[in-house]
T-cell receptor, first 113, second 114 residues
Framework: AQSVTQLDSQVPVFEEAPVELRCNYS??????LFWYVQYPNQGLQLLLK??????LVKGINGFEAEFNKSQTSFHLRKPSVHISDTAEYFC???????????FGAGTRLFVKA | EAGVVQSPRYKIIEKKQPVAFWCNPI?????LYWYLQNLGQGPELLIR????????DSQLPKDRFSAERLKGVDSTLKIQPAELGDSAVYLC????????????FGPGTRLTVL
C-alpha cells in the first residue's frame, strides 16, 4: 500500500521569495508522482508529474519538483512566488502499472504582499 | 475543449433526504473517478469506472451510496439517505485511461447536510 505525507499544512511566504513544499511517499513498488494545485472553489489541476527519466521535473507556472528515490521525496519548488500562487497544493502517488492515485492532505500556500 | 462538467455546484439538504450529483467527463476519456474531499483534506477515491464498468468501488459505502455510468460517458453519484457526515465536496475526474496520465478534475459539488 502507498501513502503520501505532506509535511507542512500551511506555508506563508512573501511575494517574490522562494518556496519549497515538501512531500514524502511510501511504497513497496515503483511509483508515478504528481503535484496538483487547487484554487478556491475549483477542481484540481496538474502542475507536473514524474513518470521516469530525469529526476528534475518542470511544470507549469514556473514550478519544478525533484524526485529523490533514496529519500522517497518529491518536493515542489518555485524560485519566486506571486500573489496568484496562493492555493492548495496536493502531492499524489500511484503505482506504476496501477490506476489508483493516493493524495496527500494538501499544503496551503499563502503568498503575502 | 470543454473540461469536466459537474452539477449542481452547491447542494443543501436535510439529513435523511436523497441527493444526486452528475458528471460529464471530457470527451473520449474512458476512465471516470468520483472522489470525496473533506475540508482540509486531499481527495479520497470513492469509485473508478473504465467505460461503463466499475473497476474499483472498494471505498464506496454501498449501504447508502450508489453510482452509475450506463453508457460509459456521463455518470451519476447518489446518496440515500444522506447523513450529517456526508457534508463534503464531491469531485469528478476523468482521464484517457492510460496509466500515468493526469486526471482532469471538475469543479466539484459542495454538499451541505443539515
Amino acid at each position: 500500500a502507498q501513502s503520501v505525507t505532506q509535511l507542512d499544512s500551511q506555508v506563508p511566504v512573501f511575494e517574490e521569495a522562494p518556496v519549497e513544499l515538501r512531500c514524502n511517499y511510501s511504497s513497496s513498488v515503483s511509483v508515478y508522482l504528481f503535484w496538483y494545485v487547487q484554487y478556491p472553489n475549483q477542481g484540481l489541476q496538474l502542475l507536473l508529474k514524474y513518470l521516469s527519466g530525469s529526476t528534475l521535473v518542470k511544470g507549469i507556472n514556473g514550478f519544478e519538483a525533484e524526485f529523490n528515490k533514496s529519500q522517497t521525496s518529491f518536493h515542489l519548488r518555485k524560485p519566486s512566488v506571486h500573489i496568484s500562487d496562493t492555493a492548495e497544493y496536493f502531492c499524489a502517488v500511484s503505482e506504476t502499472g496501477g490506476f489508483k492515485t493516493i493524495f496527500g492532505a494538501g499544503t496551503r500556500l499563502f503568498v503575502k504582499a | 475543449e470543454a473540461g469536466v462538467v459537474q452539477s449542481p455546484r452547491y447542494k443543501i439538504i436535510e439529513k435523511k433526504q436523497p441527493v444526486a450529483f452528475w458528471c460529464n467527463p471530457i470527451s473520449g476519456h474512458n476512465t471516470l473517478y468520483w472522489y470525496l474531499q473533506n475540508l482540509g483534506q486531499g481527495p479520497e477515491l470513492l469509485i473508478r469506472y473504465e467505460n461503463e464498468e466499475a473497476v474499483d468501488d472498494s471505498q464506496l459505502p454501498k449501504d447508502r451510496f450508489s453510482a452509475e455510468r450506463l453508457k460509459g460517458v456521463d455518470s451519476t453519484l447518489k446518496i440515500q439517505p444522506a447523513e450529517l457526515g456526508d457534508s463534503a465536496v464531491y469531485l469528478c475526474a476523468s482521464s484517457p485511461g492510460t496509466n500515468g496520465n493526469e486526471q482532469f478534475f471538475g469543479p466539484g459539488t459542495r454538499l451541505t447536510v443539515l
